[in-house]
């Protein structure tokens, strides 16, 4: 096997999708302890803690306790290098959370189980089904009273339409909590708080009829745990890995994040059965990740990620080939070469200059401006990788600036950070508005904090007669000139230039639609 295929067979990238307080954070925090890449239980927050510090517009965020940065965390574990990309928690930024889901190779589902499948998951599910995104599913909390895990694996195959394959299953609940057996190694691992931190940390019998695990967890406990487990071999479905990568069947683990307990167990089978990368699309063929050309796309764009140095971090997800620190790259948006010095490598303990990184790597581009979500690199081959979408928002405000000096400013602020994608920036053809438009309202508030903290502009939203935007694509340049004029005070561009459509009304978007033969009307943009 060639250096990039046995270097990208050992890469698995994820990432996390749950409802706010499922316990994604807690999780994340064991799953880089295991991986050593952290000394103590409490760094993530610690970090999460030192980044507020650093950075004042994480101020709101913590004002309102949600997170709305992602970034990407690298740790080796059992041979294999994990890539676990964070997804913004909150629902406003949803759009953040799907591009980032375009970058990985499959998903962790963490389900509280308390409170069974909530509204997030189910949002986010969809959007995993959209690429058939393999998923396990890690059934957290545990250590206190829940629903019955027979019902809760009722709840996901029902309403998230994805058949179960219990690996883990649970023994006790709440105070009752003795362990977990694994259903494929018939392993029991007891469960101990303040243990488990290592296979010799824990205790783990080799099976249920192993001699001394009833006096540890009961005989009458022992007793109904083998009912149990009789009725969930009946009624629960087998692993099937290939049911599991195709998206039809997600593994099943139960534990409880915080006391590290069922944490082990998920990651061993998470690294040996999660898939390596996988070969992807782009707009004229599949690009397979052992090829030696170094291919990749931007999936997300965060400004200012160091306020002493004002940059902007496009965050490259490699697909093919062997990337070098230093290394000229084609970017083929721009027609132009484009060196990639100083790239940054996720180490889970800080960010620091990736020598070199393969598929399934995550890097990150310093840049200024030039660079876009959805851009492809490769090493001179005119292609685009596809399917990183960017939807029409559906919120729209006008932009008020207090201080009227301050208009340049105010431009290059909504242009920046609509480059990151969670908010889109129009300029009208026929007026001098700013239009930003959103997918949800507190996107407003977070713009026009930042907008302050970093721009020093002073500027507020207010309602604007906007109902939704269509991207605009015509084939002939006639037509196209015509449609123009015609609707010119509806038209605007878009922080790429692109032309739009801003519909007043859905009834207007209809008329329009109907009357513009030869004018293709998208909800999505695609880049490409
Ligand atoms: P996130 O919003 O999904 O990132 O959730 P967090 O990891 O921040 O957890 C939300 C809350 O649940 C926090 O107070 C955690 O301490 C708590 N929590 C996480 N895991 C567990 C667990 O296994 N058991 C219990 N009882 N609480 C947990």
Redo the contacts with the bound molecule.
């Keep these: 096997m060639s250096d990039i295929a046995s270097e990208s067979s050992r890469r698995r990238t994820f990432a996390i999708i ?1 409802h ?8 994340t925090e064991k799953l880089l302890l295991f991986g050593g890449a952290i000394q103590m239980a409490g760094s993530v927050k610690g970090r999460k803690a030192a980044r507020h510090a650093t950075s004042d517009w994480m101020a709101l965020e913590k004002e309102r306790g949600i997170s709305v940065t992602s970034s990407v965390m690298q740790f080796p574990y059992e041979g294999r290098v994990v890539n676990l990309l964070d997804t913004p ?1 909150h629902a406003d930024f949803g759009e953040d959370t799907y591009r980032v889901l375009t970058a990985v190779d499959s998903a962790l589902m ?1 389900i509280d189980v308390a409170k069974g499948v909530e509204e997030r998951t189910i949002k986010l599910m969809e959007v995993c089904r959209l690429r058939d995104t393999p998923i396990m599913t890690f059934i ?5 009273e829940g629903k019955d895990p027979i019902d809760l694996l009722d709840e996901v195959e029902t309403v998230l339409g994805i058949q179960c394959a219990p690996v883990t299953w649970p023994i006790g609940m709440g105070q009752r909590l003795k362990g977990v057996v694994h259903l494929v190694t018939g392993e029991v691992h007891l469960y101990e708080p303040g243990r488990n931190f290592t296979r010799q940390d824990s205790t783990i019998f080799p099976s249920i009829d192993a001699p001394g695990l009833a006096e540890k967890i009961g005989e009458k406990m022992l007793a109904d745990l083998r009912d149990e487990l009789e009725l969930v071999q009946g009624a629960s479905h087998p692993f099937d890995l290939e049911a599991y990568r195709a998206g039809r069947q997600t593994p099943v683990f139960f534990g ?4 590290n307990f069922g944490v082990q167990p998920l990651l061993d089978f998470f690294v040996e059965h999660a898939p390596p990368p996988q070969p992807r699309e782009t707009t004229t063929r599949k690009v397979a990740p052992q090829e030696d050309k170094l291919t990749g796309f931007v999936f997300k764009i965060q400004a200012n990620m160091d306020p002493m140095h004002r940059d902007r971090v496009a965050f490259m997800r490699v697909c093919s080939g062997r990337f070098e620190a230093g290394m000229k790259t084609f970017h083929p948006r721009t027609g132009k070469p484009l060196k990639l010095a100083n790239a940054l490598t996720f180490m889970a303990s800080d960010r620091e200059i990736a020598a070199e990184a393969y598929p399934g790597d995550v890097i990150g581009i310093h840049n200024h401006g030039t660079i876009s979500i959805g851009d492809t690199f490769t090493e001179g081959e005119n292609i685009a990788f596809t399917g990183i979408p960017n939807f029409a928002p559906e919120l729209f405000r006008r932009a008020r600036l207090r201080d009227p000096l301050k208009l340049k400013q105010l431009q290059k602020g909504l242009a920046q950070l609509s480059e990151e994608g969670a908010t889109q920036f129009f300029k009208p053809l026929m007026s001098n508005d700013l239009i930003l438009g959103a997918v949800g309202v507190l996107q407003f508030d977070v713009v026009a904090y930042r907008l302050k903290d970093e721009y020093g502009v002073d500027a507020s939203f207010e309602p604007v007669q906007v109902n939704t935007a269509r991207w605009i694509r015509c084939k002939d340049a006639k037509t196209l000139e015509a449609f123009r004029d015609k609707h010119a005070m509806n038209l605007a561009l878009d922080a790429a230039d692109q032309l739009v459509y801003l519909a007043p009304t859905r009834v207007n978007l209809q008329l329009a639609q109907e009357r513009a033969e030869g004018v293709d009307f998208l909800a999505t943009r695609e880049h490409a």
């Design positions: 749950s706010p307080d499922a316990g994604k954070t807690t999780l928690g963490v957290n909390k545990l250590d206190r409880s994040g915080v006391n």
